[in-house]
T-cell receptor, first 114, second 115 residues
């Protein structure tokens, strides 16, 4: 059964460093999302991506964040200069369509910023 | 803006018993969709069940069913014949119109099924 994959499963980085989180969505999906979950808190929307551009972003998704679909299969989230408060689980999701269509989630990347 | 509230941080149930997880939401949209996602210890979130707000009939998926009360903005999940594998974090979520139907999640309920 097709699934969303994410690498790495755990990333440890120093404050101020750049990190790139990678996702491979399900191949025929058209809509892509990043969410994050700070430990003990709710899952929060970061950004959605469709047709090679951002369709919506939350207030969390500031200039330090960027997303890219460089080769038609990978979907990456880059944090330019990490802060302590960026420590969280980052989930990638994809869906074929909107509305009632299921968003399929990856297993997440745990980012720890020291 | 949408909000989703889950007021039960943790619940437990005996194997084979029935348990109900609560969820309330708030939205100004007329057309929206509601979901329950399960996140087992492996951390991959899996869709359990979904409901279209304009459908009055409650959704069911095998042992899982919802009680959707639109006027009260309530969307509870009932798990019948609970199994050990149902132990997980359960998230209630909603989406609505707009360009991308992003999901808004509640804080989750940790359900433990005891043998």
């Amino acid at each position: 059964e097709p699934e969303v994959t994410q690498t790495p499963s755990h990333q440890v980085t120093q404050m101020g460093q750049e990190v790139i989180l990678r996702c491979v969505p399900i191949s025929n999906h058209l809509y892509f999302y990043w969410y994050r979950q700070i430990l003990g808190q709710k899952v929060e929307f970061l950004v959605s991506f469709y047709n090679n551009e951002i369709s919506e972003k939350s207030e969390i998704f500031d200039d330090q964040f960027s997303v890219e679909r460089p080769d038609g299969s990978n979907f990456t989230l880059k944090i330019r200069s990490t802060k302590l408060e960026d420590s969280a689980m980052y989930f990638c999701a994809s869906s074929w369509g909107l509305a009632l269509n299921e968003q399929f989630f990856g297993p997440g990347t745990r980012l720890t910023v020291l | 803006a949408q909000t989703v509230t889950q007021s039960q941080p943790e619940m437990s149930v005996q194997e084979a018993e029935t348990v109900t997880l609560s969820c309330t939401y708030d939205t100004s949209e007329n057309n929206y969709y509601l979901f329950w996602y399960k996140q087992p210890p492996s951390r991959q979130m899996i869709l359990v069940i979904r409901q279209e707000a304009y459908k009055q009939q409650n959704a069911t998926e095998n042992r899982f069913s919802v009680n959707f009360q639109k006027a009260a903005k309530s969307f509870s999940l009932k798990i019948s014949d609970s199994q050990l594998g149902d132990t997980a974090m359960y998230f209630c979520a909603s989406n609505s119109g707009g360009s991308n139907y992003k999901l808004t999640f509640g804080k989750g309920t940790l359900l433990t099924v005891n043998p």
